[in-house]
């Protein structure tokens, strides 16, 4: 508990408030009847926010060497926007990144 409000209470009003970020643009009919840049904006909402959540995250988690996770996310990006595929942009920057740390 924190200040009288159980934990539990914390985490149901993060849930609600995630889900809703996410599930906003996709079921709401309104979205037809908004500008197309507007439209696209929302639905790109929930992935621009897990970025925001990631990124310092990258930066921050090795310590000492901090140019292996921009490695791998620049080395994701670049192969991401040339080839058009998922699995291996992220298998290649995973590999980047393990060589970058044990090298």
Known sequence: MRNG????IYILVTALATF???ALPYYANFLDRLPKFLAKC?????IAALGALIFP?????FQ???YAGLLG???AFLLSYFKRGMIFPILFSVLITYLALVL
């Open 5 to 8: 409000i159980p934990l539990c």
């Open 20 to 22: 809703l970020v996410r």
């Open 42 to 46: 929302l639905r790109l909402l929930p």
């Open 57 to 61: 995250g990258v930066i921050t988690d």
């Open 64 to 66: 000492g060497r901090w």
């Open 73 to 75: 996310i620049g080395i």
